[in-house]
Antibody
């Protein structure tokens, strides 16, 4: 069974940092592009970052560029999101997502709360 | 403000057909495929339609996708109570990366 399990969320003050992890299993991780997508409480979906199969090409949405860093470890079947200089509007559930004819599947998500 | 525009809500009675629109531009839907996702409260989204018209194996053929110019459509025929959920469209945008619509809440009356 294809599975993505996120961890690392929690509460952090504005300006702080968090590192999210995503453990992948049930498929050949190194052959898939991976993404982070977030959803603020009661709001819609928002794409955050993308990384290609071997970590060479990355792309972020404008609002996180320079603050968030996506990375992966294919030997460990893991995806990461280093989040720095966090702001209130980064508060959201962060989903790890595989790209396979669309975003499929999605992890269960990990909640990041940025608040003083 | 989302790059893709969806109606905030649609509704229908059991057995009816409802259609959800997703309006984009030449930099996204106008030049690439649209995707659709279904999300129930408190759960992660699931892929519903890909590359405009294709369904994952778990999706019944009551769901169909189409496109005209820079607008994509999701039609649900034979509406059932279990279809009540939030629906999101998505596409790759030339400038912005992946973009989503704001989501449409489907209510089955």
């Amino acid at each position: 069974e294809v599975q993505l399990v996120e961890s690392g969320g929690g509460w952090v003050q504005p300006g702080g940092s968090l590192r999210l992890s995503c453990a992948a299993s049930g498929f050949t991780f190194s052959t898939h592009k991976m993404h982070w997508v977030r959803q603020a409480p009661g709001k819609g979906l928002e794409w955050v970052s993308f990384i290609d199969e071997n970590g060479t090409y990355k792309k972020d949405r404008d609002s996180v560029r320079g603050r968030f860093i996506i990375s992966r470890d294919n030997a460990e079947n893991s995806l990461f999101l280093q989040m720095n200089s966090l702001r209130d509007d980064d508060t959201a559930i962060y989903y790890c997502v595989r790209e396979s004819n669309g975003f499929d599947p999605w992890g269960q998500g990990t909640l990041v709360t940025v608040s003083a | 403000q989302s790059a893709l525009t969806q109606p905030p809500s649609v509704s229908g009675t059991p057995g009816q057909t409802v259609t959800i629109s997703c309006s984009g531009s030449r930099s996204n839907i106008g030049r690439d495929y649209a995707f659709w996702y279904q999300q129930f409260p408190g759960t992660a989204p699931k892929l519903l339609m890909y590359k405009r018209i294709y369904r994952p194996s778990w999706v019944p053929d009551r769901f169909s996708g189409s496109q005209s110019g820079a607008t994509a459509y999701l039609a649900i025929s034979g509406l059932r109570a279990e279809d009540e959920a939030d629906y999101y469209c998505a596409a790759w945008d030339n400038s912005l990366g992946w973009v989503f619509g704001g989501g449409t809440k489907l209510t089955v009356l």
